[in-house]
T-cell receptor, first 111, second 115 residues
Framework: GEDVEQSLFLSVREGDSSVINCTYT??????LYWYKQEPGAGLQLLTY?????DMKQDQRLTVLLNKKDKHLSLRIADTQTGDSAIYFC???????????FGSGTRLQVQP | EAQVTQNPRYLITVTGKKLTVTCSQN?????MSWYRQDPGLGLRQIYY???????DKGDVPEGYKVSRKEKRNFPLILESPSPNQTSLYFC??????????????FGEGSRLTVL
């Protein structure tokens, strides 16, 4: 079955790096995603990685994928107060028409 | 501006009173979907539609109906709401080629409370 797990909360100081972790169980995942949800808003796609990649970098964001351990991480460099939000990890499994989301990690950035 | 619009954004209703949450997108997307978000459970898919007159069940369809008579609209219908349908609901859309890669565009959410 499909299961995506994340820790619930992370607190960092402004300017530090944040690392949000996610584990998934379905080895047939084709794409893995990070979505961001700001207060009172819908989810916004931040970045995604194809399952045959192990790293993707996009400005301050770095996604690392360890397929052997089924572990995905999102690193935000130089974290800003505007990065405070809930971050959802999600996977797309081959043959399905839906994303499976984790429960979200609330990132709090302290000045 | 490209957007997915949901209405109402907030609703308090009573058990058994039929309600409809509307969703409209202006991006000519074929794929539309409804999710519900509950604390500790992330987002779970209720129904999705690959195109006009084509709908299918997601992971938690019980108690919900949908229709897709026009490409831009995908309403979510609760025929007889119950308290366990109290949740935050999101509509999402994307083009068919993006549906296979999961790049969804989300509405701002509709918070529903059923008393």
């Amino acid at each position: 079955g499909e299961d995506v797990e994340q820790s619930l909360f992370l607190s960092v100081r402004e300017g530090d790096s944040s690392v949000i972790n996610c584990t998934y169980t379905d080895s047939s995942s084709t794409y893995l995603y990070w979505y961001k949800q700001e207060p009172g808003a819908g989810l916004q796609l931040l970045t995604y990685i194809f399952s045959n990649m192990d790293m993707k970098q996009d400005q301050r964001l770095t996604v690392l994928l360890n397929k052997k351990d089924k572990h995905l991480s999102l690193r935000i460099a130089d974290t800003q107060t505007g990065d405070s939000a809930i971050y959802f990890c999600a996977e797309m499994v081959a043959g399905r028409r839906a994303l499976t989301f984790g429960s979200g990690t609330r990132l709090q950035v302290q000045p | 501006e490209a957007q997915v619009t949901q209405n109402p954004r907030y609703l308090i209703t009573v058990t058994g009173k039929k309600l409809t949450v509307t969703c409209s997108q202006n991006m000519n997307h074929e794929y539309m979907s409804w999710y519900r978000q509950d604390p500790g459970l992330g987002l779970r898919q209720i129904y999705y539609s690959m195109n006009v007159e084509v709908t299918d069940k997601g992971d938690v369809p019980e108690g919900y109906k949908v229709s897709r008579k026009e490409k831009r609209n995908f309403p979510l219908i609760l025929e007889s709401p119950s308290p366990n349908q109290t949740s935050l609901y999101f509509c999402a859309s994307t083009s068919v080629d993006r549906a296979n890669t999961g790049e969804l565009f989300f509405g701002e959410g509709s918070r529903l409370t059923v008393l």
